[in-house]
């Protein structure tokens, strides 16, 4: 993965940018995760990278408590409920990843209000007093065309997989890709299907459509659905557009197969689940006193190319996703790396 570039020591952090290790205690604070997903593997290795690094951060005494909280649902009210919940439980920091990028800001601003620090990341809120950490997602979106262009300079029809509807992921990937098209023309998105960004429910979703549908020469979708996508296509009997790919175990499986088999190429990108370790750190650093946090932190989505997505492949669980788990360090590092734009 493009780690978070790299400042030279911790001391010169401290000249450049006027902060230091630490300015508080954190060791009696209260973290809370508020979760509104966890049905497919990017949402299990994404709670699981969490667990690992929050656990020992507790056993550390770094924090009190980084407690994890699931909704039962999808459901904004669920988990605008949820946190009003975490604000009555004193937690003094909330990381989340929301259900909705605005229909929870009512319920953020009334933690904020309590002198609860929020972090957002994946899916993000758009409430001024929480922080973000953020991947270009409308910039994925756009280079799936753009890798599509290079391999079909004569363009053909599209399939476009979505994900977790209302979600900023959704939105801003989908935008992306509208963008590259446009930039584009020879390409033209015939239908558009929902997959949640599950293997299993793209499978059947694209499995629907595709009788109805011309011969298709690209998939372009949002993680955990390239090979549901294959598996449809294969079923069908119908010919092997390129899938573009979402750094999934399986996906990568297959397209190493594939690729033994007849050359096939394509490429893969996705957020990394252990985005949730680094949210977890800035909210840290932000209870330490850390000051002058931007409240919008851009950090690099993970790729592989076709030269060296088989490297990253025996690295991922069966069932699971490239990822990589942050560090306090990586946090403070991010942080200063956005205080430089």
């Known amino acids: 993965m493009s ?11 401290a000249l450049v940018f006027g902060f230091g290790m630490a300015n508080a205690d954190t060791s009696t604070k209260k973290i809370a995760f508020s979760n ?6 990017w949402r299990q290795a994404m709670l699981k990278s969490y667990d690992i690094v929050t656990k020992k951060a507790v056993a550390d005494k770094v924090v009190a408590a980084a407690d994890i909280f699931t909704t039962a649902d999808k459901e904004v009210p669920t988990q605008a409920a949820q946190i009003q919940n975490l604000i009555l439980q004193g937690y003094n920091a909330i990381v989340i990843n929301a259900s909705s990028p605005d229909a929870l800001n009512g319920a953020i601003k009334k933690a904020c209000d309590a002198g609860i620090v929020v972090v957002s990341f994946d899916g993000i809120v758009t409430e001024p007093c929480a922080y973000r950490v953020v991947v270009d997602f409308k910039a994925m979106g756009d280079q799936e065309v753009e890798h599509l262009a290079t391999w079909l300079p004569k363009g053909g029809n599209l399939l476009e997989i979505r994900g977790l509807g209302g979600t900023s992921i959704d939105v801003a990937i989908h935008e992306g890709i509208v963008a590259g ?8 998105i015939v239908s558009s299907v929902t997959g949640n960004w599950d293997q299993t429910t793209a499978q ?12 298709i020469v690209g998939v372009v979708d949002q993680g955990g659905d390239g090979y549901g996508a294959a598996q449809a296509f294969a079923a069908a009997s119908r010919k092997e557009p390129i899938i573009i790919m979402g750094n999934r175990q399986d996906e990568l499986q297959w397209w190493k197969e594939q690729k033994a088999k007849n050359g096939y190429t394509t490429w893969s990108a996705s957020i990394a689940p252990g985005v949730s370790t680094l949210a977890f750190w800035v909210a840290q650093q932000v209870l330490d006193g850390r000051k002058n946090v931007p409240h919008d932190l851009l950090v690099p989505y993970l790729a592989f190319t076709q030269d060296n997505f088989e490297a990253e492949l025996p ?3 069966s069932g699971s996703v490239a990822s990589h788990e942050y560090t306090q360090k990586d946090a403070i590092e991010a942080i200063a790396a956005n205080m430089k734009k």
């Open 204 to 215: 059947k979703a694209v499995a629907t459509v595709l009788p109805s549908l011309p011969e």
């Open 36 to 41: 509104n997903y966890a049905g497919n593997s």
């Open 181 to 188: 098209v446009k930039k584009h023309p020879q390409f033209k």
């Open 3 to 13: 780690r978070i570039p790299k400042v030279a020591s911790l001391v010169s952090l």
């Open 315 to 317: 690295k991922i669980m």
